[in-house]
Structures are given as C-alpha cells and as structure tokens.
C-alpha cells in the first residue's frame, strides 16, 4: 500500500476534522477564485462599454476626459467642436462610417445626448452587440426622443410620454419647458452607461438652445452649429493612426482624437490599486486557512504517537512519517482546491443572471487561466510547506520516540 | 551455523540520562524460542529498539545472522527490518483507520524483494488469518475486534512477510489467563513450520514453560536499575 493510500485513509478516518479543514481552504480558495473571476468579468465589461470604435474625436483636453463624458456620463465637455469640422470628417475618404453626440442637457438626473440615426445603426458594445429598441423607433421629427432600458424602467416611461430638458447637468434651475419631447423609442438593456441615458436628435438640441419659438420645425429648417464628440469608424484598421495624426494636427481648430482601447486600459490601470488590495485580503484568508490546516495535523500528533512507533516497528524510515504527514496536507490542499472550484464554478452559474440583472456585469463561465493555473500551484507548495510543519514534528518525535509508546 | 542475534558490549543511554543498558554479551540462536524475562522499567522496550535497529546504542555490536545492524546506514537498517523482523506490541498494534486485512499486508510496503509475495500476499494473509483463526474479520474495522483477535491480527502482520525473527514485546499482557495459553498455542503452531526464531519479552514467569530457553534481563545486565531502588 503505498503511503499516499496510508494517508488517505487516516484523514477518511478523521471525518470532522478533515471535512473542516477541507471546507475551510476551499472557501478561501473560491474566494481568491471567485475574485479573479469578477476582476476579470467587469473588466470584460468594462473594456467592452463600446467596441468596434476606431476614434474618439472632441476638443483639445484631457484623453481620459474625452473618453469619460462621451462613454461613461462621467464629467463636463470643456469645448465643442465646429459641425462644419464634423461633417468635413464624416466624408474623410478613410471613415467608414461616424456617430455624433452633442452634450450638456439632463433629464431628471439622466444625461440627455443628441445624436443621429448613426448612432442607433453603428453604435456596438460588447463585441457585435448594436443598439435595439425595445418599443417604438429612432426620432424622425426633431422633438423626439429615445430613452435607455433603466431611465424607461425608474421613471415608469411609455411611448408617447411627455418630457421636459434641463439644461446643464444636474436638475437645475432653468428648464427648456417651452419645448417638451415626447418618448418615441425605448431601448433593450445593454449593461452599459446606454440604458441611463435619454437621446435625442442633434437638431432637438440645438433647438432648445437657439429658443426656436412657436410652429414645430422640421429637421432641415435647423442648422446645426456645434457638437460635443464623435466616433470614428475606418474603412480599414490600419487607417487608425494616420487617422488619428490628421485629426490632432488639424489645423481649423484644436481636436483631439483617441483610441478607446488604449485609454480604457488606462484607465482601468489607475483603478489598480482597489484590486490588489482585495487580492491581498483573499491571501490573508488563505493564510489562515492553511495555518488551521497546521493545527488540525498538529493536534493529532499526540493520538497518533503509537500509529508512529507500529509503522516505525514494520521498517517504516522517519522519512516515510515525513511524508504520510506531508501528504496528507497535500491531499487536503487539493481537496480543498478542486472543491473550491466546484464552488465557485457553482456559485457563478447560480450568480451570473444576478450580477447581470443587478450590476451590469456578466461573468463568463470561462475555463481556468494561465494565471489561475500559477495561483494554483503555488497554493499547491504553500500547502505542502505548510503540512511540513507538522511532519517535521512528527519526524523528530519518531526518532526520539522508538518503540516506546506513553499512551 | 550463525546466531540469530548476537549482542556484544552494547551500551545505550537516553540523551542527557544515566546508561541505561549494559550488556555484554547475548546470544540467541536460530530457530531458538526465546524467553527474555524483564520487570517494567529494566529497559526491555530499549533492548528491543536496539535489536531492531530503531535504536542505535553507543556503544558494542548488534549482528543480526550476518548483519551487523549498528554499522548499517539508517535507511538500510529500517529495510532490513522491514523484511527480516516481525514485531507484535503489547497492545493496541493495530492501525485504526486501516481494517484486518490491510493491517496484515501493510509490512509488505516496507519490506525488498518480495514481489513474489507482494503478488500472492491476498492468499497468505488469509493462510495465516486462518492458522489464527481470524479469517473471519478480515474486511472488518480494527475497532470491531476483541483485545485477543487484535494480538492475533498483529500476529499475522508480523509473520507476512516470513521474516527470520519474530520479535513479541509482552503480547499477551492484555489477555486473561485462559486467552493468553490459548494465543501462545497458536503463536507456536503458526511458526512451527518455519525455523523462525522468537524473542519473546515477558514480566510474567509463568510463560516460561512454552520456551526452550529463559533468560533475566536483570541478569544480563549490567546497569540493572529497576524502579525500586
């Protein structure tokens, strides 16, 4: 019988304590785990927020700035660029195709955001994922407007509701009451800043603001004057940076172009230091899950003297006390592990429509990572370290100890 | 032909303790049944740790047949043991979270050169579980024997492997009277067939009579300290 079976066995044999140990490292392991699974998710999620994007275009300022009040809601535009700029841009022959946005307006603390039909045909998230309504249609008339999944569902919007623009971002003193726009389109979720957001035409916007008095204009009677932002799509990729140099060089007025990606990582980079931290305290819950595991094998030492000495008696060597002891925190190690997977694995399958109902996130139920892979073994050799402690006792005792046995 | 055991000038203490052994000289032919009579606290327990090799005295030689076992390297000495040594404890020999069968064939791990057992060991430890009728609870729980079915298993164990020397440190101190001529008839019928040479370590004189030789451990030696004086 070899001594991984020896070991075995004795730990069937101590059902509580084994069970305890075991249930102890496959919490934290799922914890540490789960960890990375979430970490990954939102930053999936977050990285995805909007895709198929080249450039991002506004006026000269701050890259992360750009990306946050055009992408994210978060955040003032300090300039807006000429609608001449734009359309100029809109048939660069390198573009395939562009969206505008036009800020600065609220709607009961939702971001109210002009835009064109372009919007709703190119706008991509999550990989492939485009714009789809969920009631009604994109605005055809200028006081139109579309609202996100959440702002319908807070605020208890249908189709044909009346509303009423604020300017300036926060519910504030002066309200373009003389214009209301009425809900035409309600959007389907999309888990991004989308569904908190009302949209409405680019000439809704300007007509707000120019105080276009008495009949209802059509949108050719409106011209437009500025925008805030727009994206860029090239007909190839490779465009992107020839692109991106013409944009930051033009010379009519100061631009700003920059790739989402590039930025988002950035970004995601500066929010670090919250992840290391959490990552720091699921490895103190490690730590004290092996060091449990230490005093489950250490207690036994004392009841299991005589099992050390019969083993000794049949030609066992100390070095083979060594080893039963350190096998069976190997055992418990891996034990805790894989059940720690079952766990967490478990827990996203139950989990995931929670976390993408309640947060936006969704957790993928991807396979293990090569990091994931690193932690583990790593856990593996902390474990077997850590069973040494009590098996290098165990070692010394056998020598002094011998045959005699005061049980 | 070679003595079994032979013991010269073997001298043992415990780390930061007075001597404790003494013995010049013991002899135990092969094939011998030994009786090794000793009060409890002379030093039996050690003198059986040297012959094993689980001790190593500071002084003298340890021959085991042609083996010197004090001048063996550590882990030799324990495979050396392992193949040619049987040992049965007073009591409590068992592993607990093994059962009766695994118990018997455990020593087969330790031991070299006996694949040709280790292939057949099913059939010999139900030989043996027989001789002492004990096959009954082979695929039992240790717990669930009886004090004389344990000395009978560990009895098994010890003979597995069909070592040279059987070793048996006060075995039937925990059986009644009746028990203890019954486990020693067995003991005996079990190792008639095989030229196996038995030290047998007892307080209890009146075991004696099952053994061609009797010898005092107090007498053999020299640093006889017993707990009353």
């Given at each position: 019988m070899h001594i991984l079976m020896l070991a075995l066995k004795s730990l069937k044999n101590r059902k509580v304590a084994t069970s305890l140990t075991l249930i102890s490292i496959a919490l934290s392991v799922g914890l540490i785990l789960g960890l990375e699974k979430v970490r990954k998710g939102t930053r999936q999620s977050f990285h995805q927020t909007i895709s198929q994007t080249d450039l991002i275009v506004g006026a000269r300022g701050g890259p992360l700035r750009l990306l946050l009040y055009t992408v994210f809601n978060i955040g003032y535009p300090t300039n807006n660029i000429q609608y001449e700029t734009y359309t100029q841009f809109k048939n660069h022959p390198l573009v395939k195709w562009t969206v505008p946005f036009s800020l600065g307006d609220s709607h009961k603390g939702y971001r109210v955001v002009g835009t064109t039909e372009d919007f709703y045909r190119h706008y991509r998230f999550h990989g492939k994922k485009n714009i789809v309504f969920h009631r009604g249609r994109f605005p055809k008339g200028v006081y139109g407007a579309v609202v996100g999944h959440d702002v319908a569902k807070q605020l208890g919007y249908q189709l044909g509701q009346s509303i009423v623009i604020a300017h300036g971002l926060t519910e504030g003193l002066e309200k373009h009451d003389e214009h209301p726009f009425k809900v035409v389109g309600i959007l389907e979720a999309t888990l991004t800043p989308v569904d908190r957001t009302v949209y409405i035409p680019l000439e809704g916007m300007e007509a707000i603001h120019v105080g276009w008095g008495g009949e209802q204009p059509t949108k050719s009677q409106i011209g437009i004057s500025q925008i805030t932002s727009f994206l860029v799509r090239t007909k190839k990729r490779i465009h992107t940076l020839s692109l991106q140099r013409v944009l930051n060089t033009y010379e009519p007025e100061p631009l700003m172009a920059i790739i989402p990606g590039f930025t988002l990582h950035r970004l995601w980079q500066g929010l670090r230091y919250a992840e290391d931290s959490l990552r720091v305290i699921a490895f103190c819950v490690l730590l004290v899950s092996f060091l449990a595991m230490i005093i489950a094998l250490y207690t036994t030492l004392s009841e299991r003297r005589r099992e050390m000495a019969i083993l000794r008696a049949l030609g066992a060597s100390p070095r083979t006390v060594l080893f039963l002891f350190v096998f069976e925190a190997m055992l418990l190690?891996?034990?805790?592990?894989?059940?720690?997977?079952?766990?967490?694995?478990?827990?996203?399958?139950?989990?995931?429509?929670?976390?993408?109902?309640?947060?936006?996130?969704?957790?993928?139920?991807?396979?293990?990572?090569?990091?994931?892979?690193?932690?583990?073994?790593?856990?593996?050799?902390?474990?077997?370290?850590?069973?040494?402690?009590?098996?290098?006792?165990?070692?010394?005792?056998?020598?002094?100890?011998?045959?005699?046995?005061?049980? | 032909m070679t003595p079994a055991i032979q013991m010269q000038g073997v001298q043992f203490s415990y780390p930061k303790q007075a001597p404790i052994l003494d013995i010049p000289e013991l002899t135990i032919e092969s094939g011998e049944r030994f009786f090794l009579h000793g009060s409890s606290g002379s030093g039996k327990s050690t003198l059986l740790g040297i012959v094993t090799g689980i001790l190593q005295p500071q002084k003298g030689s340890v021959r085991l047949f042609d083996h010197d076992v004090t001048r063996m390297k550590s882990r030799k000495r324990d495979l050396f043991r392992g193949t040619h040594i049987g040992y049965v404890f007073q009591q409590f020999n068992l592993i607990p979270y093994l059962n009766v069968l695994e118990n018997i064939c455990l020593p087969l791990r330790f031991a070299r050169g006996k694949h040709a057992l280790k292939k057949d060991m099913i059939a010999r430890a139900t030989y043996l579980a027989d001789a002492l009728s004990i096959s009954t609870c082979l695929n039992f729980p240790v717990h669930r024997l009886s004090v004389g079915q344990q000395q009978r298993v560990a009895v098994a164990r010890a003979l597995i492997n069909s070592p040279k020397i059987l070793i048996a440190d006060e075995p039937t101190s925990a059986l009644d009277h009746d028990l203890r001529q019954q486990f020693l008839t067995l003991l005996f019928e079990v190792c008639s067939e095989t030229q196996i040479t038995i030290l047998f370590v007892s307080h209890d004189l009146t075991l004696r009579s099952f053994f061609s030789t009797h010898v005092s451990l107090n007498k053999l030696n020299n640093r006889s300290t017993s707990c009353t004086s």
């Open positions: 190690t891996t034990g805790g592990m894989i059940l720690g997977v079952l766990l967490t694995y478990g827990g996203l399958w139950i989990g995931q429509p929670i976390l993408e109902s309640k947060f936006g996130v969704f957790l993928p139920l991807t396979g293990l990572s090569m990091y994931e892979v690193k932690i583990f073994v790593l856990l593996f050799f902390m474990g077997v370290i850590a069973g040494l402690i009590p098996a290098w006792r165990a070692y010394r005792r056998t020598l002094s100890d011998g045959l005699s046995i005061t049980t | -």
